[in-house]
């Protein structure tokens, strides 16, 4: 059982650059998250999925498209990544309130 | 607009002693409160949480306190132990009128807790 998994770990990009960040859960969650987090801001929700086939913009979402592929998988993209997407991104998934993270993305955007 | 407000960037603290961490709101439809631990390089764990319908809650070494009218919570640490150090973040929640969590947490900036041995 490993819970929330992210891939990948790392990754630099260049301003203009797009790219995929992975996430499954393997708890049969129904609800899924994508999270940034910033120096003195605290996480920011970018996009969640209340359900499979659903999805729903958060506080931040510019920049960002998601796709829920199935329960299990919920996907991030960058279509052309700026430098204010530099920052450590966060799945989490959950069936109530109690949200459970992976270990986090951390992107560089140069 | 920071719904979720914890005003203390870092706080620390001499081991076997009492930790305070502290969370303000502003958003009076929150009903469900939530404080998270995180360590370096980790996601988020929970820690504990509570509803609005109670104003305190135990589990072990942590206690989180509510006061609705302060729109204030605090986590309390007893004894305070050097594996505390991390990152403390709060949450909070609302739920629907059919008892369905909308599942959405608004976080607050987090606390860097210090346990010196």
């Known amino acids: 059982n490993a819970g929330v998994t992210q891939t990948p770990k790392f990754q630099v990009l260049k301003t203009g650059q797009s790219m995929t960040l992975q996430c499954a859960q393997d708890?049969?969650?129904?609800?899924m998250y994508w999270y940034r987090q910033d120096p003195g801001m605290g996480l920011r929700l970018i996009y969640y999925?209340?359900?499979?086939?659903?999805?729903d913009k958060g506080e931040v979402p510019n920049g960002y498209n998601v796709s829920r592929l199935n329960k299990r998988e919920f996907s991030l993209r960058l279509e052309s990544a700026a430098p204010s997407q530099t920052s450590v991104y966060f799945c989490?998934?959950?069936?109530?309130?109690?949200?459970?993270f992976g270990p986090g993305t951390r992107l560089t955007v140069l | 607009d920071q719904q979720v407000k914890q005003n203390s960037p870092s706080l620390s603290v001499q081991e076997g002693r009492i930790s305070i961490l502290n969370c303000d709101y502003t958003?009076?439809?929150?009903?469900?409160f939530l404080w998270y631990k995180k360590y370096p390089a980790e996601g988020p764990t929970f820690l504990i949480s509570?509803?609005?319908?109670?104003d305190k809650n135990e589990d072990g070494r942590f206690t989180v306190f509510l006061n609705k009218s302060a729109k204030h919570l605090s986590l309390h640490i007893v004894p305070s132990q050097p594996g505390d150090s991390a990152v403390y973040f709060c949450?909070?929640?609302?739920?629907?009128?059919?008892?369905?969590?909308?599942?959405?947490?608004?976080f607050g900036q987090g606390t860097i807790l210090t346990v010196h041995p």
């Open positions: 989490a998934s959950s069936i109530a309130s109690e949200q459970f």
């Open positions: 708890m049969n969650h129904n609800s």
């Open positions: 999925s209340a359900s499979e086939g659903t999805t």
């Open positions: 958003n009076s439809m929150f009903d469900y």
């Open positions: 509570i509803s609005s319908i109670k």
């Open positions: 949450a909070a929640s609302r739920w629907d009128a059919g008892g369905t969590s909308y599942g959405k947490l608004t």
